[in-house]
């Protein structure tokens, strides 16, 4: 199996920014499959959405709501995702999950709560 571990959530003030990690650990063969990493969001009474996912550093692709804001990056020798949040809006406040899948399997974190209140 693959366990995915997320970190960096937490509360900010609008403006501000955050960097999310997300580290897979588990089967090394399954791991090696992982092809998408992404980040999805879930806010209270809403559905989950998609909020960046990347292959490569060419090929990444951000909702419309994050674009010029947030960055997605990774380090496959970490096996490791990043969200770099940045101008972080009150409507950003939402539960962050990791994904990260093959062709085979996808796996999900456990999510990290972002919370942006003055």
């Known amino acids: 199996q693959v366990q995915l571990v997320e970190s960096g959530g937490g509360l900010v003030q609008p403006g501000e920014s955050l960097r999310l990690s997300c580290a897979a650990s588990?089967?090394?063969?399954?791991?090696?499959?992982?092809?998408?990493m992404g980040w999805y969001r879930q806010a209270p009474g809403s559905q989950r959405e998609l909020v960046a996912e990347i292959i490569s550093a060419a090929n990444t692709n951000y909702a419309d709501s994050v674009m010029g804001r947030f960055t997605i990056s990774r380090d496959n020798a970490k096996n490791t995702v990043y969200l770099q949040m940045n101008s972080l809006k009150p409507e950003d406040t939402a539960v962050y999950y990791c994904?990260?899948?093959?062709?085979?399997?996808?796996?999900w974190g456990q999510g990290t709560q972002v919370t942006v209140s003055s």
């Open positions: 588990g089967n090394i063969a399954n791991i090696a499959r992982i092809v998408v």
């Open positions: 994904n990260q899948r093959s062709i085979f399997r996808s796996y």
